[in-house]
C-alpha cells in the first residue's frame, strides 16, 4: 500500500506519531471508537508519542478485506 501502511504479509503494519502522549492518546481512543464500531480490532502499541498499529485477522490466521477497510477508515480520522 503507498498511504504508510506496510503489508508483511501477515499483518498491515503503521506508525503514527504525535507530539506528545496526550496526543498519541487521543488518537488511540478514535482508533477505539472505530474498532467497535467495525468489531475488528487492532493490536495497538504505544509508546510516549508513537502508536503502531498491527492489523490482522486474528480468526483467519492472516490478512481480510475487514484489515483493509479498517486501514481505510483510521486513515479517515
Ligand atoms: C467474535 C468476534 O467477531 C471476533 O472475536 C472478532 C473481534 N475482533 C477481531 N479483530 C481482529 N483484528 N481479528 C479478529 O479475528 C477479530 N475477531
Same mark, same amino acid.
Given at each position: ?35 467497535? %464500531? @467495525? ?6 502499541? #504505544? ?17 481480510? %478485506? @475487514? ?6 477508515? #483510521?486513515?479517515?480520522?
Amino acid at each position: 500500500m503507498e498511504n504508510g501502511w506496510e503489508n508483511t504479509g501477515h499483518a498491515l503494519v503503521r506508525e503514527f506519531v504525535f507530539s506528545d502522549f496526550a496526543g498519541a492518546m487521543a488518537f488511540v481512543n478514535r482508533v477505539a471508537q472505530v474498532a467497535e %464500531e @467495525k468489531n475488528h480490532h487492532p493490536d495497538i502499541q #504505544i509508546r510516549w508519542n508513537k502508536v503502531t498499529l498491527t492489523l490482522s485477522t486474528h480468526t483467519s490466521g492472516g490478512l481480510t %478485506e @475487514k484489515d483493509f477497510r479498517l486501514a481505510e477508515a #483510521i486513515d479517515s480520522l
